[in-house]
């Protein structure tokens, strides 16, 4: 199911003295109805916002449900950003897309309809999770707007691979596996590079899966930025095999003391320094093609903290983004 998002959702500090000098997000966000016919993007640099309202993987995965209150918690903790776009950048939130009746598929099938709308109207698009289920939702919408020929990266800021098998059900788990065979039954390449992976999150079995499928991966405790050299090394090398790059955050990736919100902490998780650090190599390499946020779970949270982390990174990224 899909909503528009209704006027008077995004809300906040008025600095009513100061004048358009004093304008925030909440001020300066547009609203967007998606249809099957959206317009294309009546700016040069329109940056959108779309929300999957959806913890049904999670559920299946044996997880801490709540990331379906996700959206709604990154759009509160945007919402009094100060306003710092050029003239020429629109600011735009679609709405969101429902998993009703624990109908999973449908959801994400739907989601990728919206996503496909999107990306071929020319608008850069965000995903606001909802667990990581969501991935494979807007997997389907990349895969219907990708132009011919272009080779995907995929870039997964995340604790675990998500490469779990989906013979018996989809999952918060299942996704990039989902997504490999895809991309195989198309004749085209998984190129999948999983930063942030906890060794004791992930059996045997899910490492030798990511070996059969030529997954790579950066453990957690390299993920540092002393290390940060290498790691840029790394990501370039990779970025230049691929035409577009599709960017999944989970917020797991990230210790627990920065992410406690999340459906399965980590508590020798990444710094968020570096994870900056690498999405502002990623973004200036001039092919990010769409990102999302998952995995935070507002029930879990504490004083906010994983959400105002995830805001955070997206002020960045449509900062950056937005120039590019």
């Known amino acids: 199911m899909y909503k528009p998002t209704a006027p008077g959702t995004w809300k906040g500090r008025v600095d009513t003295l100061d004048g358009e000098e004093g304008k925030r997000w909440h001020q300066g966000i547009k609203l967007l109805h998606l249809t099957d016919t959206t317009d294309p993007a009546p700016a040069n640099q329109a940056i959108t916002f779309l929300g999957f309202c959806c913890d ?65 109207n020319t608008y850069k698009t965000i995903i606001l999770g909802g667990g990581h289920e969501t991935a494979y939702g807007h997997f389907l919408g990349i895969k219907q707007a990708l132009p011919e020929g272009q080779q995907l990266g ?15 059900q989809a999952s918060s788990g299942t996704p990039f596996l989902q997504i490999a065979d895809d991309l195989d039954a198309l004749g085209q390449d998984f190129n999948y590079l999983c930063l942030g992976i906890q060794q004791q999150g992930n059996t045997q079995k899910l490492f030798n899966t990511a070996a059969a499928y030529g997954a790579d991966y950066v453990f957690a405790p390299a993920m540092q930025v002393y290390n940060y050299e290498a790691l840029r090394e790394r990501l370039q090398q990779f970025t230049e095999l691929v035409d577009v790059l599709y960017v999944s955050i989970d917020m797991d990736v990230f210790a627990a003391a920065y992410a406690p919100g999340v459906s399965a902490p980590a508590a020798l998780g990444v710094h968020p320094e570096i994870v900056l650090l690498l999405l502002q190599q990623i973004i200036s390499s001039g092919k990010l093609l769409t990102l999302d946020v998952v995995e935070l779970n507002p029930k879990l949270d504490v004083d906010n903290r994983t959400a105002r982390l995830g805001a955070s990174l997206l002020y960045h990224v449509v900062q950056q983004w937005s120039q590019v």
Not at 58 to 73: D, I, K, L, S, T
Not at 106 to 117: I, P, T
Not at 156 to 162: E, I, L, R, S, T
């Open 56 to 120: 049904e993987g999670v559920r299946r995965n044996q997880g801490r449900e709540g990331a379906v209150e996700g959206p709604a918690a990154l759009r509160q903790a945007m919402a009094s950003f100060a306003w710092h776009l050029e003239d020429d950048v629109a600011l735009f939130d679609a709405g969101d897309v429902y998993c009703t009746n624990q109908n999973l598929e449908e959801a994400q099938k739907q989601l990728g309809r919206k996503v496909s709308a999107l990306l071929s």
């Open 154 to 168: 995929i870039i997964n800021f995340d604790a675990h691979f998500d490469l779990r098998s989906y013979e018996k």
